[in-house]
Structure formats: structure tokens, C-alpha cells
């Protein structure tokens, strides 16, 4: 829980130390209600490993639902995804390049409108928007349509406002190359959506539990004419077998075709995997957390 005394001092006029967020390595600074042109103020959590210090760079993951990652005596259903002591690990093991961890909070009511593709829908007709609607199963949170959808702005606030100033706080290496996004859940859907739309920002999107079943899969139609190019860019997807999870098999076949359409390579810029028995929670997220973790920020 170190922190050199440098980073410390350029740091105390911008945030403040969450206190409140127990970590087991590393530290978590949070930026509270950092305010927005596109979307509502909220919480950023920046976790910064053990021995930060700006004379050395380092690569940057970007994390929504950004209130579940660290400790979960704070979170809503008192699970967590163990970043900090996943991350640690591997970082002391040298398995991943040096790495710090923006946790972007999501916004309650709004989180499926800002994490929803925006443009998978706008490619419909009206007439197609209407028999969607329409359907029982539409797995997903109709606020989404009667607030308007967000994704667009959310992912301007990310790119335009969030990322630049953390590259101007934090000593990062700022490049495509060492920026990635990462998700479950709807949270996946955005990290794919983000780096479709911003593929000079990202290099790469870890998806955990997709949920493709939103409005009868259109982000599968969508990433027919999106998919960045598969020699500058990586993806990693899994599902699980028990309880939302179970519907994801279908969606992420097709998915999987696709990319392998687009050029991409298992195991080489390209992981899909489905793990059995798994369900849909922090906890499932956390056991497996190591293995995209390694795929995407394994040492250059």
C-alpha cells in the first residue's frame, strides 16, 4: 500500500484516498463525482499497485461498474471482483506489464442506458425497433428507450474528458498499445461497442459474460460491418452455464464466427471460452479473472 512520496504530493489536490475502500495491495484513489459535458458526474476509483512511481509508465485498464471491483463490504451484494490482489499477483509474478486500474462507477438507473450499443440499434428501422419492443424477452431494462440511450455520450466522456486526464495525473503510457477496456454483463457489451467505435483509443476489450441476449442479440448484427482490424486489435469473451449466463452460448457462437471471419486468431489476438458451472456474479468473475488478465497485458 505504498506510494512514493512525488506521486503523493501531485495527487493530494485531485483526489482523495478512499479510505474507505480496503484493499489488500496497492492503492485506491478515488476522484469523487468527477464531473462530465456528456453524462452525469460519478465516482472514478484509480487503483495504483505497489511501488507506484512516475519514473516509470505504465499501461492503463479501464473498468466499468467501477463501485464492485475492489472491496466488498461496499458493494451491493457484498461480492467483488478482487482486482487489486489479481492484478498484484500477476504484476509480482511478471506475468502482465506494470498496470493501473481505472474504475469508472456506474449510474444506478442509467447503467444499461450508458452501457447499451448505441448505434446497433440506430441501424434499425422503426418498424424493427417497434416488433423488438414488442417482445417478452427483451433482457434489458427498458429505461434504456425511455431515457434515451447514452452509450455514445458515455463513451465521449471515457475518450475526451476521463482518459486524458488520467494521463495527465498519472504517469501512463498513453498509446493504443497500452490502453485497454474491460466489462461484464452489460459492461461487456460496452467494452466490445468501445473499441468498435474508438479502435485508434483502445487495443483491446476483455468482455466477461456478454450480455448479448439485449434486445434479441442486434450487437451481433452490428459487429458485422464494425470489427476493428484484427493485426492492431485483441478481444477476449467467456460465458458461464448457470443462471443468466446459461442464455450466452448462442450469441457469442455467432460472435465467434464473425471475428474469425474478420481475421482474428485464437489464442493469438482472440479468446472465447466458456466455463461450466459458472454463473453471473463478481464471484465467477473473480476466479477466472487471471486468464484475461494475462491474455491482454502479458509483457510486451
Known sequence: MRLLLPSLLCLFA??????????????????????????????????????????????VLYMHDGQMLF?????????????????????????????????????GKKRHAE???????????KA????LLEMEDIYINLNVFEQGMLADKYLRFIT???????????????NKANTFIMGSSMGGLISCYAVCEYPGIFQGAICM???????????????????????????YFDYGTVALDSLYQPYQLKVDSLFTLNGYKPSENYISK???????????????LNIPLEFMLKEQ
Open 14 to 59: 485531485l483526489a482523495t484516498y478512499a479510505q474507505e475502500i480496503k484493499v489488500s495491495s496497492g492503492t485506491v484513489v478515488r476522484h469523487t463525482s468527477f464531473t462530465s459535458e456528456f453524462v452525469d458526474s460519478r465516482n472514478i476509483d484509480v487503483w495504483l499497485p505497489d511501488g507506484y512511481s512516475n519514473e516509470k509508465r505504465y499501461a
Open 71 to 107: 472491496d466488498a463490504q461496499n458493494t451491493w451484494n457484498k461480492q467483488e471482483w478482487g482486482v487489486d490482489e489479481v492484478m498484484a499477483s500477476l504484476m509480482n509474478n511478471k506475468r502482465i506489464r506494470d498496470c493501473i486500474v481505472v474504475g469508472i462507477w456506474n449510474n
Open 115 to 125: 452501457y447499451f450499443p448505441q448505434r446497433a440499434w440506430k441501424h434499425l428501422s
Open 128 to 131: 424493427q425497433q417497434k416488433s
Open 160 to 174: 475526451r474528458e476521463l482518459k486524458p486526464f488520467i494521463d495527465k495525473t498519472y504517469s501512463t503510457k498513453n
Open 209 to 235: 459474460s456478454t450480455h448479448w441476449p439485449a434486445i434479441n442479440g442486434i450487437t451481433v448484427n452490428y459487429l458485422k460491418d464494425n470489427i476493428p482490424n484484427s493485426r492492431t486489435h485483441r478481444f
Open 274 to 288: 466458456k466455463f461450466k458451472g459458472a454463473d453471473h456474479s463478481e464471484n465467477a468473475w473473480r476466479k477466472r
